[in-house]
């Protein structure tokens, strides 16, 4: 399954962005998505996950009241709504896709919070 994500930028402390990830080539309903952040020298870290049906979704402590992640299987997109953002959420955001032991990410949206 291929991933491709957008709807990343310059927001300022406070804003709201909605991140979407278009995924192609797989059936989209079979996978478990997720969001990931990166910020430069640190690892990869969990922000949010939602069953391949919609039903169960789980976040982060520190995006929790915060971050929503939510699917639509009929436009095979998974989206990540981020409000009341802070300079500390900037880095770049990764979708995940997991089917069975089997992972795929897409190639990552920059979010920037300026304070």
């Known amino acids: 399954v291929q991933l491709q994500a957008s709807g990343g930028g310059l927001v300022q402390a406070g804003g709201s962005l909605r991140l979407s990830c278009a995924a192609s080539?797989?059936?989209?309903?079979?996978?478990?998505m997720g969001w990931f952040r990166r910020v430069p020298g640190n690892e990869r870290e969990f922000v949010a996950g939602?069953?391949?049906?919609?039903?169960?979704?789980y976040h982060e402590d520190s995006v929790k009241g915060r971050f929503t992640i939510s699917r639509d299987n009929a436009k095979n997109t998974v989206y990540l709504q981020m409000n009341s953002l802070k300079p500390e959420d900037t880095a770049v955001y990764y979708c995940?896709?997991?089917?069975?032991?089997?992972?795929?990410w897409g190639q990552g949206t920059q979010v920037t919070v300026s304070s």
């Open positions: 995940y896709a997991r089917r069975s032991f089997v992972g795929y």
């Open positions: 080539g797989g059936t989209f309903s079979n996978y478990r």
């Open positions: 939602i069953s391949s049906n919609g039903v169960t979704s």
